[in-house]
């Protein structure tokens, strides 16, 4: 079948870009060798306030969003009604009702969010394109990025001799100030480090780092995976999920004979409860399935600039024919070297399986207004054509396109 595929071009410059130019002029040679603080840097796109509706919303959110509430001596394991609500207007609000609460033995804590940003659109395509003009400098994370929003006051982190993360750290100060001791393993030095509101902090993977916020402090943090190991889980949930599309036959047998069978000269033989699975693995390996999984989610992954869980799709609208359309997104276009070419955008990616798709792909990236009828004429296609209400309907979910009345 001939395709229709498209020529790619480079991602345009993100209007960030030239706003982190003098932190890549002065500091992006060392970003990742020593720790360093970046007085008054390019924002995250992130305030305060918006950071405080982000805990607000993960404190009642399910996976993967974490939420964790520690004081001196510990994390509170059920802390229930001690987590942000509605009724807390800030961060001040906030830590006033905790302070008046009598729940926290020296007055001390700390609020910590991970994967929260996606809970909102605005606020995560706002970071989502705030860092695009970083990576534009330093180079774009081939993995998912955590983010992690905390807010807190007169805590001190502990250290943990097993923790070390392979993982470089960018830790923007939406709020107040604090202190922190970075110790890199490369170096044997400890770094103490003091930012305030506006400046960002960076440390480089292999590092232990502790924080001391005295007063209210408001932080969002990401982490930035940086060694090769870092890919072995993310590769490893590929593969597990490629193995759970494609079962074993069922075996309700929870046990295997024991003693365990034995070959005539002695030698015992693995259980297939073992081999089988690993059989099916090797297999898995060897086709090309991996490699498509991975390519879609690379796609994904360059859409959301490494940010990752991405707001989940919105309901969809019903786009008849003659609807305006407004494309608000830029939407990615890759060629992987198996499977079929992809489009991606704010994080979610999918194939694009016919020519007529392309050629309604085409016009969008030309025509940021359109509308439903130009679009099927742009594929050659009716414009009730389920294929074409398909591949707009998934576009306008993940906010790619609005629709205008």
């Not at 001196?72 to 942000?84: C, N, S």
């Not at 993995?143 to 943990?160: I, N, S």
């Not at 202190?179 to 400046?199: F, I, K, N, Q």
Request: proline letters at 12%; charged letters at 20%; glycine letters at 6%.
């Amino acid at each position: 079948m001939n395709r229709h595929e498209p020529a790619l071009a480079p991602a345009p410059a993100a209007p960030t870009a030239d706003l982190w130019r003098p932190f890549a002029d002065k500091y992006a040679a060392n970003w990742a060798k020593e720790p360093l603080v970046v007085p008054g840097a390019p924002g995250p796109g992130l305030d305060a306030a918006g950071a405080h509706r982000l805990l607000v919303a993960a404190a009642t959110a399910p996976e993967p969003t974490t939420t964790r509430l520690a004081v001196a001596d510990g994390v509170l394991r059920a802390p229930g009604p001690l987590l942000p609500s509605r009724d807390d207007r800030s961060a001040a609000d906030y830590a006033a009702r905790l302070a008046a609460s009598g729940r926290m033995p020296d007055g001390g804590w700390l609020l910590t969010a991970r994967h929260a940003l996606h809970l909102d659109f605005s606020l995560w395509s706002r970071v989502r394109d705030a860092v695009t003009g970083l990576w534009l400098h330093i180079g774009l994370p081939p993995l998912p990025v955590t983010a992690e929003l905390a807010v807190g006051t007169r805590h001190r982190t502990v250290e943990d001799p097993r923790e070390r993360s392979d993982a470089a750290g960018f830790t923007w100060v939406l709020d107040g100030s604090l202190t922190l001791r970075v110790r890199p393993e490369h170096t044997g030095t400890e770094y103490a480090l003091r930012a305030s509101r506006g400046d960002l902090v960076h440390w480089p993977a292999g590092s232990t780092h502790l924080e001391d916020r005295t007063r209210l402090c408001t932080t969002l943090r990401l982490s930035v995976p940086a060694r090769s190991a870092s890919a072995l889980p993310y590769v490893g949930e590929v593969l597990g999920d490629i193995l759970r599309r494609h079962p074993l036959p069922a075996d309700d047998q929870a046990t295997v004979p024991h003693p365990a069978p034995a070959a005539p000269d002695g030698r015992l033989t693995p259980t297939p409860r073992c081999t089988a699975p690993a059989r099916r693995c090797m297999t898995a390996l060897s086709g090309d399935e991996p490699e498509r999984v991975l390519s879609l989610r690379w796609a994904a992954l360059r859409s959301a600039a490494g940010l990752l869980p991405a707001p989940p799709p919105r309901p969809g609208v019903p786009l008849v024919p003659g609807r305006r359309l407004r494309r608000t997104a830029e939407i990615l276009r890759t060629r992987p070297e198996t499977g079929p070419p992809l489009w991606a955008a704010n994080g979610h990616a999918a194939p694009v399986t016919t020519p007529a798709a392309h050629r309604v792909l085409d016009h969008l990236a030309t025509t940021p207004r359109t509308t439903v009828t130009a679009l099927a004429e742009a594929g050659d296609l009716h414009p009730d054509t389920p294929q074409l209400h398909t591949l707009l309907t998934e576009l306008y979910r993940v906010r790619a396109l609005e629709a205008e009345s």
